[in-house]
């Protein structure tokens, strides 16, 4: 069973940049892969990057690919994802979810656990 706490969402200009956090606590962490996935009023869930257990694997959704950078220490349980020149069309609410038995979580499918989510707004 593995637990998971995003932080770090805010309200933030355009070109901003915000660091998000995911801590996991519970069964060993560092043996997921885990993703960051995003959620719009009104529009499905959809993938933003994923990273494997060891870090050395890293995807990326064509609309952030150069701005955001996904990154992982499990000494510390903590992925990141860190957003920068962000857009009015980045403001969601952004989930990180864990898979075990996947080497990266492209789809929600492939996730086994979830965090509760932090919300991210971009003004203009």
């Known amino acids: 069973q593995v637990q998971l706490v995003e932080s770090g969402g805010g309200l933030v200009q355009a070109g901003g940049s915000l660091r998000l956090s995911c801590v996991a606590s519970?069964?060993?962490?560092?043996?997921?892969?885990v993703g960051w996935f995003r959620q719009a009023p009104g529009k499905e869930r959809e993938f933003v990057a994923t990273i494997s257990w060891s870090g050395d694997n890293t995807y990326y959704a064509d609309s952030v690919k150069g701005r955001f950078t996904i990154s992982r220490d499990n000494a510390k349980n903590t992925v990141y994802l860190q957003m920068n020149s962000l857009k009015r069309e980045d403001t969601a609410v952004y989930y990180c979810?864990?898979?075990?038995?996947?080497?990266?979580?492209?789809?929600?499918?492939?996730?086994?656990?979830w965090g509760q989510g932090t919300q991210v707004t971009v003004t203009s």
């Open positions: 519970g069964s060993t962490f560092s043996y997921y892969a």
């Open positions: 979810a864990a898979g075990r038995d996947s080497i990266l979580v492209l789809t929600p499918e492939r996730a086994n656990y």
